[in-house]
């Protein structure tokens, strides 16, 4: 079925505004880590300064999710991007480490490519308010596929700018400032798309419980399950913060001296091939079940991670990148069906932000390690195994405790 009969006009918006915010992050992701370092920060504190943004998105994601349903999805999401919008003026603005890590802990800024921020949780509650549970996993599944695309679009953008402001005669932290630019006026549109929603995608009066002692961030029944998954998703996040976009681009740069032209191209097939896998995932996921889905389509990909830095030379390690990006995102939709599908509809926001904080939690740290590594030398390929590895520990424990469960959609 097409995404168009799912959609009404909130969802449109809600899938343009992803749209648009995937394509800043995957602008962002390919310049970031080369603008700090021309900033004049060392490699030990851009580590820092990734883990701090992480870390604070987490608890400013907490608090936003957990409360996202009590007052008001819309005016949250709008929140988030304000938020998003001053991060990159004060990245572009400054230099000081001290006002950068502060921008960094408070603001948002995706380092990885990938979702940061209250976006992603209050989209999905929102999605799943306006669309029936039997198409929940398809929608989901094109949610992440636009999404893709546009990270692509956007890292082979943030690329081409760069390069562009070199060949014009920028130097240094300033040929990458237009793109810090363009990440911030990018954060200005989302606030008036988010303005244009309706109050449909909000909780319902009559889906709240009455307050009780047991409400935990927002979840009272279900807290417990959803506790186990966010322990999950926090293992996962911490082997996939090891190889975060931003990271892996800095390694291509040091080992085979890519420059950020070749470095966007390859992040452009790169996300276009993951959005594809997403696709597949709806399809796959009413044959063998969500959580079979998750766990058969992950294991692979991660064993191709682990095989990247073994590679004899550049074009088998790119041609290696892109066979795991190929099938790496189809547990994505599979994972955030799953979450809105076991918790009721008033628990949705708060579920997702759990389990969303949860993994921000569990990538905060290893970026930090994987940037000091990855300028080592002799240890720069470590972070490719350690992300393998960990994230293959949490396919098996994630089959091991949700396998008797496999038919829930």
């Known amino acids: 079925m097409a995404v168009s009969e799912k959609l009404t006009r909130d969802g449109w918006i809600l899938f343009a505004i992803r749209c648009s915010r995937m394509f800043a992050y995957g602008l962002l992701s390919i310049v970031l880590v080369l603008y700090l370092i021309e900033v004049g920060l060392a490699e030990w504190e851009v580590g820092v300064l990734l883990s701090l943004t992480l870390a604070g998105d987490t608890a400013i994601s907490l608090w936003l999710t957990t409360t996202a349903d009590r007052l008001g999805r819309r005016r949250t999401l709008i929140a988030g991007a304000i938020l998003m919008m001053l991060a990159g003026i004060a990245f572009v603005s400054t230099g000081n480490y001290l006002l950068l890590v502060i921008a960094a802990t408070i603001g948002v800024i995706s380092p990885s490519g990938n979702e940061i921020g209250p976006f992603l949780s209050i989209e999905q509650a929102s999605l799943s308010q306006i669309v029936s549970g039997e198409r929940r996993t398809d929608v989901f599944a094109w949610y992440n596929l636009v999404g893709s695309f546009s990270t692509a679009a956007g890292a082979l953008t943030g690329g081409l700018i760069a390069q562009a402001s070199l060949h014009y005669g920028l130097t240094g932290a300033a040929a990458y400032r237009p ?231």
Do not use: C
């Not at 988010?194 to 002692?213: G, H, M, N, W, Y």
């Not at 291509?252 to 594809?276: E, K, S």
């Not at 073994?310 to 994505?332: C, E, H, K, T």
């Open 179 to 409: 793109v810090l630019l363009a990440y911030s006026g990018i954060g200005l549109a989302m606030i008036a798309g988010f303005a244009l929603l309706s109050p449909a995608i909000e909780s319902q009066v009559e889906d709240r419980p009455l307050p009780t002692k047991k409400s935990v961030f927002g979840l009272n029944e279900s807290k417990w399950i959803v506790f186990k998954l966010a322990l999950l998703f926090a293992l996962d996040a911490f082997g996939g913060g090891f190889v975060i976009q931003s990271i892996i681009a800095y390694w291509f740069h040091i080992r085979y001296q890519l420059d950020p032209a070749m470095l966007g191209t390859i992040f452009l097939f790169a996300n276009l091939l993951a959005g594809v896998s997403a696709l597949a995932a709806g399809w796959l996921a009413r044959r063998i079940g969500l959580i079979n889905t998750m766990v058969f389509t992950h294991l692979p990909s991660n064993i191709l991670l682990i095989l990247v830095p073994l590679m004899p030379n550049v074009y088998w390690a790119i041609g290696i990148l892109l066979v795991r990006f190929s099938i790496s995102q189809m547990d994505v939709p599979t994972r955030q069906a799953y979450t809105m599908a076991i918790v009721r509809p008033d628990e949705r926001s708060a579920a997702a932000g759990v389990t969303g904080v949860a993994r921000s939690m569990g990538a905060s740290i290893s970026p930090m390690l994987a940037t000091i590594l990855v300028g080592s030398g002799s240890w720069m390929s470590v972070p490719f195994f350690l992300a393998g590895g960990l994230k293959i520990v949490y396919d098996l424990l994630l089959y091991r405790a949700f396998s008797s469960r496999t038919n829930d959609q």
